[in-house]
C-alpha cells in the first residue's frame, strides 16, 4: 500500500527566503506526483504535475522534482512572499493504469512572515 | 467558469440524523471524485464517476454512506445514519476527458460536524 510523507507538518520562515518542502512516498511505481496548494476554507489547487517519465517542471517561482527510484519529490519556492502561506500536499497516483487513485500526504502548512 | 460548487459549506447535525452533501462540477468535466478530510487520515477518495456511472467506491467507509450522479451536473453524497466518527470536510472535484494527466478542480468543500 503506499504511503506519502511529508515532513515536517508545519514550516515558518522569513519573507524573501528560497526554501523547499519535501515528500516521500513508499511505492515508487508511480504514474506521475502532483503538488497541490490549499488555503484555509478552500479546496485544493493544482500547482505542478510531474509525469513519472520526467524530472522535473516549473511554474513561475515554483519547481517541482521528481526522484521516483528513491520515492522522493521536492518543492522548490523562490523568494517566498506571504502571499504564499498555506497548505502544500503533494500526491501521487500508482501505475496500475491510468484510473489508479491518488495517494495524498498530509500536508505541510507553510507560513511566511512578512 | 463557476467552478465546482459544494453546498451547504457548513452542516451541524446530530447523531442519526440523514445528511446529504451536494456538489455541481464544472460543465463539461467527465469525471467527478468526492473526498474526505480528516486530521488523522489526511484526503482520502471515497468514490469517483465517469459520465455519471460510478467507477470505483472502494473508498466508501461504509453502508451508511451512499453517492449518486442522476446527471452530468449535479451529485450527492448522503449519509444515513451519521456518526460522529463521520465529522469531517468532504469535497467534490472534477476533472475533464483522460483524468490521469489533467489537473482536478476541487469545490471549497463541506465542513460536516456530527454532535
Known amino acids: 500500500k503506499q504511503e506519502v510523507t511529508q515532513i515536517p507538518a508545519a514550516l515558518s520562515v522569513p519573507e524573501g527566503e528560497n526554501l523547499v518542502l519535501n515528500c516521500s512516498f513508499t511505492d515508487s511505481a508511480i504514474y506521475n506526483l502532483q503538488w497541490f496548494r490549499q488555503d484555509p476554507g478552500k479546496g485544493l489547487t493544482s500547482l505542478l504535475l510531474i509525469q513519472s517519465s520526467q524530472r522535473e517542471q516549473t511554474s513561475g517561482r515554483l519547481n517541482a522534482s521528481l526522484d521516483k527510484s528513491s520515492g522522493r519529490s521536492t518543492l522548490y519556492i523562490a523568494a517566498s512572499q506571504p502571499g504564499d502561506s498555506a497548505t502544500y500536499l503533494c500526491?501521487?497516483?500508482?501505475?496500475?493504469?491510468?484510473?489508479?487513485?491518488?495517494?495524498f500526504g498530509k500536508g505541510i502548512t507553510l507560513s511566511v512572515r512578512p | 467558469d463557476a467552478g465546482v460548487i459544494q453546498s451547504p459549506r457548513h452542516e451541524v447535525t446530530e447523531m442519526g440524523q440523514e445528511v446529504t452533501l451536494r456538489c455541481k462540477p464544472i460543465?463539461?468535466?467527465?469525471?467527478l471524485f468526492w473526498y474526505r478530510q480528516t486530521m488523522m487520515r489526511g484526503l482520502e477518495l471515497l468514490i469517483y464517476f465517469n459520465n455519471n456511472v460510478p467507477i470505483d467506491d472502494s473508498g466508501m467507509p461504509e453502508d451508511r454512506f451512499s453517492a449518486k450522479m442522476p446527471n452530468a451536473s449535479f451529485s450527492t453524497l448522503k449519509i444515513q445514519p451519521s456518526e460522529p466518527r463521520d465529522s469531517a470536510v468532504y469535497f467534490c472535484?472534477?476533472?475533464?476527458?483522460?483524468?490521469?494527466?489533467?489537473?482536478?478542480?476541487f469545490g471549497d468543500g463541506t465542513r460536516l460536524s456530527i454532535l
Open positions: 472535484a472534477s476533472s475533464p476527458g483522460q483524468y490521469s494527466n489533467q489537473p482536478q478542480h
Open positions: 500526491a501521487v497516483r500508482g501505475d496500475s493504469g491510468a484510473n489508479s487513485k491518488l495517494t
Open positions: 460543465s463539461g468535466h467527465d469525471y
